[in-house]
């Protein structure tokens, strides 16, 4: 099934540092969509990025979306020890109309002050 | 605050117990979900009710018995679960609109121990 992959699997970086994370995937989406999950807790939805938008931002995020490569990007800017926590992408199917959302494992970032 | 309510936060059972888990939205959506996040494995998509009709069974054993009786509210009965059922369940309601899906709002989950 439909399921992006994000890399690295793990990531610790010291605040103030960047830290980007990769997402690739399979089929042709409508949208790709980022979430945080803090350990124990639901995932909260960071940022929504179309299948017709190649960057978007919000805040200290900055996503990118390639549909030629199937892969987007989460580039978190001046990182605080309060962005620790794991990131995940998620895809549709553009084939598969009103498909619910398929995750990823998700990459663990820990921000060390 | 998410606008969607889990309960119980916690739940421990044994194999032969039924239990039932409960979620609220209170955002006026139209779609909710069941997900298991099990560890070291990415989210595994269990239900979907999309205007309280399940659309999608993603192959769930029938030991899972999702159950919407309204747009607002979702549950998930448990009977004769095994130790690997022990995870992180966690429920999404979305609204869906031109058939494509726009962002999850999650609860906090229901982390289950199945002993």
């Known amino acids: 099934s439909q399921q992006g992959e994000e890399d690295p699997q793990a990531l610790s970086i010291q605040e103030g540092e960047n830290a980007t994370m990769n997402c690739s995937y399979k089929t042709s989406i409508n949208n790709l969509q980022w979430y945080r999950q803090n350990s124990g807790r639901g995932l909260v939805h960071l940022i929504l990025?179309?299948?017709?938008?190649r960057e978007k931002h919000s805040g200290r995020l900055r996503v990118t979306l390639d549909t030629s490569k199937k892969s987007s990007s989460l580039l978190i800017t001046a990182s605080r020890a309060a962005d620790t926590a794991s990131y995940f992408c998620?895809?549709?199917?553009?084939?598969?109309?009103?498909?619910?959302?398929?995750f990823g494992k998700g990459t663990t970032l820990s921000v060390s002050s | 605050e998410t606008g969607v309510t889990q309960t119980p936060r916690h739940l421990v059972m044994g194999m032969t117990n039924k239990k039932s888990l409960k979620c609220e939205q209170h955002l006026g959506h139209n779609a909710m979900y069941w997900y298991k996040q099990s560890a070291k494995k990415p989210l595994e998509l269990m239900f979907v009710?999309?205007?309280?009709?399940?659309?999608e069974n993603n192959s769930v054993p029938s030991r899972f018995s999702p159950e919407c009786p309204n747009s607002s509210h979702l549950f998930l009965h448990l009977h004769t679960l095994q130790p690997e059922d022990s995870a992180l369940y966690l429920c999404?309601?979305?609204?869906?609109?031109?058939?494509?899906?726009?962002?999850?709002?999650f609860g906090s989950g229901t982390q289950l121990s199945v002993l």
């Open positions: 998620a895809t549709d199917d553009y084939n598969q109309a009103g498909t619910a959302l398929i």
């Open positions: 999404a309601s979305s609204q869906v609109m031109d058939a494509t899906n726009e962002k999850l709002f």
């Open positions: 009710y999309s205007l309280e009709e399940r659309v």
């Open positions: 990025i179309r299948s017709n938008e």
